[in-house]
């Protein structure tokens, strides 16, 4: 018995390239499965391709021309072995090679099963077919996947999309911004500076609803912002001081102003050379109804109106595009206007 024992040491040793007194009589088990499900010619075949991609069992009875239940239990034994793990993904779970952290005999030195995978594959004569097959049968992957999206083209912004969202895309493009101190003009409830808090240094948001501040100031302390002020004001009388601010920003709250051309004209105020003002309204509309239903001043604007009113004020560079529009009645359509103030 003891003579076997020693037998095995050696063995195993050998297999790891030698590490001496460094190993480990416990480890050796784990090794020895290692050798035992790799020596296996199919199981090999297995591991070669889970080492490319994660795969399923049906795609691999499709590359391996092997039956369901044959794979399947050559998997039960690889996994018990602890060399592959699974994930569930539909119906179905896909299988990959496991990490280095979950193959026993792994160290900083490296992969016992990755050496012998390398090794291996020289030698296994499928190994190049294989390969072929594999590629095939994620092309055919790749193209399911394409023929999704090829049918909901021009239906991915009316259909619902998990994770696809204004609020995410804006979040994401506010990080493309200079860090800077904004003025959110007719803030409401503070949606909208909240957002841009994200990336600015300071945001001063103003509205007429001392309400609607108290909103804001709820949703600010709940998030813990700080760089965020609201201030009870006037659109055409901004409590904010001259050219103190890089960006003034109107979103959906110029048509609730009696008189827009000076909102606009306070903009101008209160941006400091080459800032920009930037305003997202609803375009003219006919929808008579939006001043009793959202107590609106105006009926939209049309992009000459906006560039008029930019202009006579001295904002240049002004753009202006429609940017949405509502499929349902009475299908808004919102505004985008971007002007710059000359230094």
């Known amino acids: 018995m003891e003579m076997r024992f020693t037998l095995k040491t050696r063995a195993v040793r050998l297999a790891l390239g030698g590490c001496g007194s460094a190993c480990k009589v416990e480890v050796m088990p784990s090794i020895i499965k290692i050798l035992r499900a790799a020596a296996d010619s199919n199981r090999l075949r297995i591991l070669l391709l889970l080492k490319e991609e994660e795969l399923s069992v049906a795609e691999m009875q499709e590359i391996l021309v092997m039956g369901q239940s044959t794979i399947s239990t050559h998997l039960s034994q690889l996994k018990q072995a602890g060399l592959v793990e699974d994930r569930r993904t539909g119906k179905s779970n896909l299988y990959r090679l496991a990490g280095p952290e979950a193959v026993p005999g792994a160290d900083a030195g490296g992969n016992l099963l990755a050496e012998l995978l390398i090794k291996a594959r020289n030698e296994t004569v499928e190994a190049e ?77 103003v509205d007429s609803s001392e309400r609607m501040l108290e909103v804001g100031r709820e949703q600010a302390q709940r998030n813990r912002l700080q760089n965020v002020e609201f201030r009870l004001g006037d659109m055409e009388q901004l409590p904010i001081d001259d050219a103190s601010v890089e960006l003034a920003f109107f979103s959906q709250s110029l048509h609730h102003a009696p008189h827009p051309e000076r909102a606009v004209s306070e903009a101008w105020r209160i941006l400091r050379p080459t800032g920009r003002i930037v305003i997202l309204d609803l375009a003219r509309h006919r929808f008579e109804e939006a001043r009793e239903l959202y107590a609106d001043e105006w009926l939209g604007f049309s992009e000459v109106e906006l560039e008029r009113m930019l202009t006579a004020v001295g904002f240049t560079a002004v753009e202006t595009t429609i940017v949405d529009r509502d499929s349902e009645a009475p299908q808004f359509q919102t505004v985008l206007v971007v002007g710059t103030k000359q230094a």
């Open 129 to 205: 077919a294989d390969q072929a097959a594999m590629q095939r049968v994620i092309k055919k992957r790749q193209d399911r996947m394409r023929a999704f999206f090829d049918n909901m083209a021009g239906r991915l912004g009316h259909d619902y999309v998990p994770g696809k969202s204004w609020k995410s895309l804006s979040a994401a493009l506010l990080q493309l911004l200079p860090p800077m101190t904004i003025a959110d003009l007719g803030a409401g409830d503070g949606s909208s500076a909240l957002l841009l808090s994200q990336s600015a240094v300071r945001v001063i948001a």
